[in-house]
């Protein structure tokens, strides 16, 4: 059955802290019209934003309290026949989507320039937010990871990655023993992300599928999307080209956008691109019958 709302969940909070660093990214999306752009579409949209999290204790507890309130919005989202479309600080809030689906086998299609597979026994940097998807497959954070509503470990046989560049040695090899598929960026060499993509999905089914964008997939060359830019990467026309191919390949049933500050760099031009791939997406699901419209656009 087909959605009749996107319901967007608006979480603006880095390691749970409100309005900071990429924290300030929805709110950057949202100021240049990304409901206003989807309701041109004939979407109806339902606005929920999730509340503050400072009562919990440090960026773990925050965290975590985050990810259990994305999958309860979530589940009431989908309970609601509506499409969760997360906006987000941290692309940790994947996690909190994929327990909120509920679903036993999910499939993963990731545009990131990083694996957010680092557990803290290889981690380098402190960056928790860098270890998202170790902890939904159970490897790390084992008591914590499992407070979140609809939380089961997960396997990634079902995994692809567009965009995967900015990694060490010791990171790349931790996602081909996880069975991750990767169409990789390169420095130096202009990828045809669209047609690797169309090639992958055509191989292998990821359906139902969660959708995550990241949006320091996109190339260095538009300016420090975050504070992790790295070159190789997606350009604006190639994200759109491959947002709008997904619904008509696969069957999304959650999109997450994040890792966006505003602040960093060209915080409206990132924006405008971001709206932009998440139109394309929602354009597609609604031509390909997943999402129905309430008016003609």
Not at 66 to 84: C, D, G, K, M
Not at 99 to 108: A, E, P, Q, S, V
Not at 157 to 171: A, K, N, P, V
Request: net charge negative; with cysteine; hydrophobic share 40%.
């Amino acid at each position: 059955m087909a959605a009749d709302a996107i319901t967007i969940i608006f979480s603006p909070y880095h390691v749970g802290a409100r309005d900071h660093r990429v924290g300030n990214g929805p709110h950057r999306i949202r100021s240049l019209g990304i409901t206003q752009a989807l309701e041109k579409l004939g979407v109806k949209i339902i606005f929920q934003e999730i509340d503050s999290v400072d009562e919990f204790e440090g960026e773990i507890g925050r965290s975590f309290e985050l990810l259990r309130r994305i999958s309860t919005a979530v589940t009431e989202a989908i309970a609601q026949n509506t499409f969760p479309l997360i906006l987000s600080g941290n692309c940790m809030a994947s996690v909190g989507a994929a327990c909120g689906l509920n679903i036993k086998d999910l499939g993963f299609i990731y545009f990131d320039a990083h694996d957010d597979l680092d557990s803290p026994d290889v981690n380098e940097n402190g960056y928790f937010d860098a270890m998202g998807l170790s902890m939904l497959r159970g490897e790390s954070w084992k008591t914590l990871i499992n407070t979140v509503p609809g939380y089961h470990p997960m396997t990634y046989r079902r995994f692809l990655y567009c965009g995967l560049r900015d990694q060490s040695e010791i990171q790349r090899q931790r996602v081909i023993e996880a069975g991750m598929t990767s169409i990789w960026g390169e420095t130096g060499r202009k990828v045809n992300f669209t047609a690797e993509l169309n090639k992958h999905l055509d191989s292998g089914s990821y359906s139902p599928a969660l959708v995550h964008l990241d949006l320091d997939v996109l190339d260095e060359s538009y300016g420090k999307v975050n504070d992790y830019p790295s070159p190789g990467g997606m350009f604006e026309e190639d994200l759109v080209a491959c947002m709008g191919l997904v619904p008509q390949k696969a069957t999304p049933k959650s999109l997450t956008v994040c890792s966006f500050d505003p602040n960093a760099g060209d915080g409206d031009r990132i924006a405008r691109i971001a709206i932009r791939a998440v139109v394309a997406f929602v354009k597609s699901l609604v031509e390909a019958g997943t999402l129905s419209t309430s008016s003609r656009p």
